[in-house]
């Protein structure tokens, strides 16, 4: 509930900021962002990052199919039901571990993506200020 809160009054108080700044300075921001976000470093790391989302978005997923099929092939097994069960279980938690590992390591990634393109961004903006 507190989230909510906090987003209904960041966006009332951009909303009556944005208002008094009128529409000159919105221009002003828009064609400065613009300008910095054209740039060829940044536009480096936003091709960089959908890169790196188109990966993850497949990485998952086959990460999931894999699983399911050794849980499958664990409990088709030969042997009494209770093997299958147990052989089932831990194929099933060594291939959580699996996607949980791939997750992590994907979700680094985009943080040092991300990170890096902030930063570049920020650096293209102080050039652009500074001339």
Known sequence: MKGKIGIVAGLAAGYVLGARAGRERYEQIKTGFLKVSNTDPVQKQV????ELGKSAAFALPSALWD?????TKAASKTGT???KLDSAIKAGKDSSDEVARGAETTAAEVK???DKAVADAKREAKKATDS
Not at 47 to 50: L, N, Q
Not at 67 to 71: L, Q, R, S, T
């Open 112 to 114: 040092k993506t991300a």
């Open 67 to 71: 699983g399911a099929v050794k849980v």
């Open 47 to 50: 091709a960089k990052a959908k």
């Open 81 to 83: 039901p209770g093997q």
